[in-house]
């Protein structure tokens, strides 16, 4: 059976022209009632139906949440958001820029009242001024929790020098604290981020400002979780996150609130939408309702309160394409810069190397997981006729390559938030479905680079304290179950320092205790007895072609087996 063909260059159909909303921004520089009117027909038509008895109106047929009856649709963002107070946690969908609801995000950065704001995302956009970047420059936002600050340097240096409170929490574990929420639980026991700084709460929230001499004090220690052993195995609770108000971003929605999310737009939508008193949609395209298919929705509109018209445009974080004549997988987005020196060369080479031996791991109708970098480069010299399906955690499953110019769509990007493709037979989903997936053990092989990695098979690769904190993004959720996802690790043999990355142990934060079978570097090929089931430790089993034995001596951190039939790459 043929799962999925990589390299491909055949994508699904899809439109050339994003959407834009049906109704011109023009008409709502004033919120005349008459507008409302338009917006809001009453009574709302009456679905069709062969039943002789229906559901009542109920309590809440003159709605509760909006002040025009029995209407959702407001006039804009800047109304919609007026009652909402200074202090408020606010659930922010979207991953990198995909899904983001930039026009609501602009009206709350206009109300320069608004201060104080708890944030939860999972990221909190870029740099510049697209997603929740405005708000954290702008110093409204004081506290947020999320997965990952990517390359938000602004963040953080704002969270380095003492000026915002931030929670780092898994991907998968934000995902899920914001499903428990909307079904009324009250969190989840997870094996994401055990043993690790999650666990223990060793992440400060905050720190205090340098004082003259540059030194601080935290002002916020981390969160400890609560820990239980289950069927032998530890797990940590994580409590439900709930929200004041949540907004998001959805390609259609009708008058009734029901949603429909374009591609890998859906990653957070719908877990915010639900966890949130009251919910909030900017919509790309407002319809009537019946106009989306009972099928087709993926956000019923119980769970949404108001809608305004998407006014601001969407972004591309990093647009991402390739030639005609190139059939290559997503990747960091640098492998394809043209080499300006020799170090330049050699570091290619290496992460070629690497890559090539990387994807000997994989196997024909294998379900992996590429991490961004060298591990998804792997997927470039996989053997002609070998089918596997590469799954993202923001949402997709059938990840394909980059898009030729044409191709390029704002709602189809990776976990680097790169534009991407789809492979027929593709399925996208929220990062709730994305995480159980992975967590659950059906992804059969996980590749990730790292900082650090240990004789044992612990990971490091999220953060060097006081220098970079990147946050663990989806990370600890991929290694969270080594039993059943192979967790393959991939890295230059030494850093730009000359220093060991494999080590008898892990100086860094870690990622995951013991959970690393293989490394590949460029130099050698380790496996790890991460169960101790042999004595533990590593055992060389390939070295590179034109490396001795000896120089992989000399640049290990750790001490190694040498196996009996010593193999080459």
């Known amino acids: 059976m043929i799962r999925s063909v990589l390299p491909c260059s055949k994508v699904l159909n899809r439109p050339r022209v994003l959407p834009r909303a049906i109704i011109s921004p023009s008409r709502f520089t004033t919120p005349l009632l008459s507008q409302v009117r338009l917006y809001n027909h009453e009574p709302y038509p009456t679905p069709k139906h062969d039943l002789k008895s229906v559901p009542s109106k109920g309590d809440h047929a003159e709605s509760r949440i909006t002040p025009y009856k029995k209407g ?7 109304h919609a958001i007026q009652d909402i107070k200074s202090g408020a946690t ?12 930039e026009t609501i995000i602009t009206a709350i950065h206009e109300r320069k009242d608004l201060q104080d704001l708890m944030v939860v995302s999972n990221n909190a956009g870029n740099a510049g001024t697209a997603g929740l970047s405005p708000l954290v420059t702008s110093g409204q936002i004081q506290r947020m929790i999320l997965s990952y600050l990517g390359t938000n340097k602004g963040l953080m240096a704002n969270y380095i020098n003492g000026k915002i409170s931030l929670e780092l929490s898994p991907q998968g574990t934000i995902a899920e ?5 909307g ?10 981020g055990v043993g690790t700084f999650i666990e223990t709460g060793g992440i400060p929230r905050r720190f205090s400002p340098p004082d003259s001499e540059g030194k601080q004090t935290v002002v916020q220690e981390g969160v400890k979780k609560e820990v239980r052993e289950i069927d032998g195995k530890k797990y940590i609770f994580e409590p439900a996150i709930h929200g004041d108000v949540a907004i998001l971003r959805a390609w259609k929605v009708d008058r009734a609130g029901n949603c429909v999310f374009r591609y890998t737009t859906k990653a957070f939508g719908p877990l915010v939408a639900k966890a949130a008193k009251l919910t909030i949609v900017e919509a790309e395209n407002i319809v009537e309702i019946g106009e989306i298919g009972a099928m087709d929705i993926d956000l019923p509109g119980i769970y949404v309160d108001r809608i305004v018209p998407a006014t601001v445009d969407k972004q591309i974080e990093i647009k991402t394409t390739r030639e005609e004549s190139e059939n290559v997988s997503p990747s960091s987005g640098d492998e394809g810069h043209k080499s300006e020196s020799p170090q330049v060369e050699k570091t290619k080479v290496a992460r070629e190397r690497i890559a090539k031996r990387a994807s000997k791991e994989l196997y024909d109708g294998a379900y992996v997981n590429l991490g961004v970098g060298i591990p998804v480069l792997a997927a470039n010299y996989l ?9 993202s955690e923001n949402g997709i499953l059938g990840m394909g390559p980059y898009p030729l110019e044409d191709e390029v769509d704002a709602d189809i990007i990776n976990a680097g938030k790169e534009t991407v493709t789809l492979v027929p037979g593709a399925s996208v989903f929220d990062s709730s479905e994305s995480f159980g997936m992975i967590r659950g053990g059906h992804v059969d092989v996980s590749i990730l680079g790292a900082m650090e990695v240990s004789a044992n098979g612990d990971l490091a690769n999220y953060m060097i304290p006081g220098k970079l904190i990147k946050g663990m993004g989806g990370a600890m959720d991929l290694v969270s179950n080594p039993d059943s996802t192979r967790i ?7 850093d730009k320092h000359g220093k060991p990355k494999v080590l008898e142990s892990c100086s860094l934060p870690l990622t995951g205790v013991a959970v690393v079978s293989r490394i590949i570097t ?3 090929v380790f496996d790890v007895d991460r169960t101790n089931s042999n004595g533990g430790g590593l055992t060389l089993i390939e070295v590179a072609e034109g490396v001795t034995v000896e120089e992989v001596k000399e640049k290990t951190g750790a001490s190694f ?9």
């Open 488 to 494: 393959v690790v991939v890295t230059t043999h030494v």
């Open 522 to 524: 460029d130099l050698a």
């Open 183 to 192: 079904a009324g639980m009250p969190g989840i026991y997870t094996r994401s």
């Open 561 to 569: 087996k040498i196996a009996k039939h010593l193999g080459r790459f």
């Open 90 to 101: 606010v659930l922010s969908a979207g991953f990198g820029l995909c899904g983001t609801a």
């Open 72 to 78: 959702k649709v407001w006039v804009d963002a800047k």
């Open 383 to 391: 053997p002609e006729g070998q089918k596997v399906w590469i799954q």
């Open 177 to 181: 604290r914001l499903r428990a929420a």
